[in-house]
């Protein structure tokens, strides 16, 4: 462990922010910030409170993922001669928001990269979920349209992981709804005003918190533990699929009943159902 206050050398510096709490800003994080010639942000406002709590008379330059490629070789020349910090609006650069591409013309520019790591809604979701990170897919935040966010979740819970994504409360209990429905009432954790006042993580089944949050608000972080599916007979799928159908039943609630009753997704359900009818399995 090094304790050491080196002197600052020339080079592209990503810092990481507060997402909530300001004292989770780092001693190092402040000293860069006061230091740099130059803060690339995604939103000069909102990092501009931030540098002037840091002292910093840095010049501040407004850095999209519309105008990187035009303002990169500005902030790369200043790199060269001083401290630029590259922070977006809350947690750390690159994870769901813009800035990889400077990132990865200072490298191919042989420009040094240094990180100031700190505050992350993704690392901290994690750390208090409860569920082991061995394996974990960040989906950053999720499609609007449905179809398309029912597809990606599905293709990402295709192997067994802890699934972290961002998601507006307005979709929270749909999005919610979709995951006990398409992928088998998994468990969650609903992460919400992470280093807030009104901070809560709440743990449960899919289908049990889609009511809770009907209606919220704040910035949400949602983790979601897939467990490795146990060996499901098609068969035994194919047959109470067949005993639905001739209950009565329609292919889709009953692929949805199937996918819950047997953890599987019920996309794999709806593929078995049409296997069934191909094969004229079990009556259907």
Known sequence: MCLAMTGLVPGLYVVATPIGHLEDLSPRALRVLGEAAVVAAEDTRTSGKLLKLAGSRARMVSLTEHNVGARAPELLEAARRGVVALVSDAGTPLIADPGARLVEAAHVAGVPVVAIPGPSALAAALSVSGFEARMVQFLGFLPRPPGERVKLLQKAASAAAVLVFFESPARLSATLGELATELGDPEVVVCRELTKVHEEAVRGRASELAPRFHTTRGEVTVVVRIEASAEVDDDEVRSYLGEMKR???????????????FGIARQRAYELWGEAEEAGTAGL
Do not use: D, I, K, L
Not at 247 to 261: C, F, K, V
């Open 247 to 261: 209950a009565g039943a329609r292919r889709s609630p009953a692929a949805a009943e199937a996918a819950r009753r």
